[in-house]
């Protein structure tokens, strides 16, 4: 008995560290971004570095506007998303409730293969295929644009959201689908109506993490979006916040204003996913209530 009380105590100890360390590692980096990232933005200006819409840093007079990088990493994350939770929804429903055992086992490997494939493998696919497709379909000089950005993104989110979900979506209590099948609902609407509305918690948290892989995604779309900072447009070649930091962090001289704006891109970024996560857990707290 007592071994038994010793070891629990020594999990829970565990596990309290596992928990603390976590906070650490977070806090942590929440000050090194700060304490990077201010000193440009306080040299460079506050509204000359956000709102700016011309990034030109290794010119004999620099300019350090990042608003081309934001909104871009907005209308990518933004067409990302709707592009991909409705298919990953959907697959997911498919391989939890609809698809027999010998065909959902296949397809759910495959989707988890997806999510080991690295990042520079679907830029090298993007820049070999769709960048080309893009530019014949819509009739374009180049391919290497916003939409292609958004279309490799779609596809590398999709394994986050379509595993968490499938997994959400079999631990809905069987007995509330036989309810609804009982009181006269179809199969379809019985998962639509109850059995994602009841596993809605686990779906968001899959949602949550693809919107993280799309906002902090660099090699690939890099390899796919053009890297040139414009104004965002589909068509247009663009730059993101991550590949702004990827492509310019190696030359950089250490100490000058370029590598500091370049600190400060990645505190605006780190901002930016807390801001997503903090919106997505004040809805789903909401609604909860």
């Not at 644009?145 to 209590?173: G, N, Q």
Request: aromatic share 8%; charged share 10%; with cysteine.
């Amino acid at each position: 008995m007592k071994l038994k009380n010793l070891t629990e105590k020594g999990m829970n100890a565990a596990f309290f560290l596992c928990g603390m360390l976590a906070i650490v590692f977070v806090a942590f980096i929440t000050i090194y971004m700060v304490i990077s990232g201010v000193p440009a933005i306080a040299e460079i200006g506050l509204k000359d570095f956000l709102l700016g819409t011309t990034w030109k840093s290794t010119a004999k007079q620099p300019l350090f506007g990042i608003a081309p990088f934001i909104l871009t990493s907005v209308y990518g994350t933004l067409g990302a998303i709707v592009i991909g939770i409705p298919i990953g929804l959907l697959t997911a429903v498919f391989l939890s409730k609809m698809a027999p055992e010998r065909l959902a086992a296949p397809v759910s490997a495959a989707v988890d293969l997806l999510s080991g494939i690295p990042s520079v493998v679907y830029g090298l696919i993007g820049m070999m295929v769709l960048v080309p497709a893009v530019a014949a379909v819509f009739h374009q000089a180049s391919g290497a644009c916003l939409m292609a950005a958004i279309l490799v993104l779609a596809i590398m989110i999709l394994p986050s959201i379509v595993s968490v979900s499938v997994t959400a979506l079999r631990a809905v209590p069987e007995e509330y689908e036989q309810a609804s099948l009982a009181l006269g609902a179809t199969p379809t609407e019985t998962y639509f109506q109850v059995s994602i509305p009841a596993a809605k918690s686990g779906i968001a948290a899959g949602i949550v993490l693809g919107i993280g892989r799309a906002v902090g995604e660099a090699m690939a779309v890099m390899m796919v979006s053009g890297n040139v900072p414009n104004m965002p447009g589909l068509f247009k070649s663009v730059r993101f916040l991550t590949t702004a930091i990827a492509s310019e962090m190696s030359y950089a001289s250490v100490g000058s204003l370029q590598q500091k704006a370049l600190f400060s891109i990645g505190l605006v970024l780190f901002v930016f996913i807390m801001l997503i996560n903090g919106i997505l857990n004040f809805v789903l707290k909401r609604e909860k209530k």
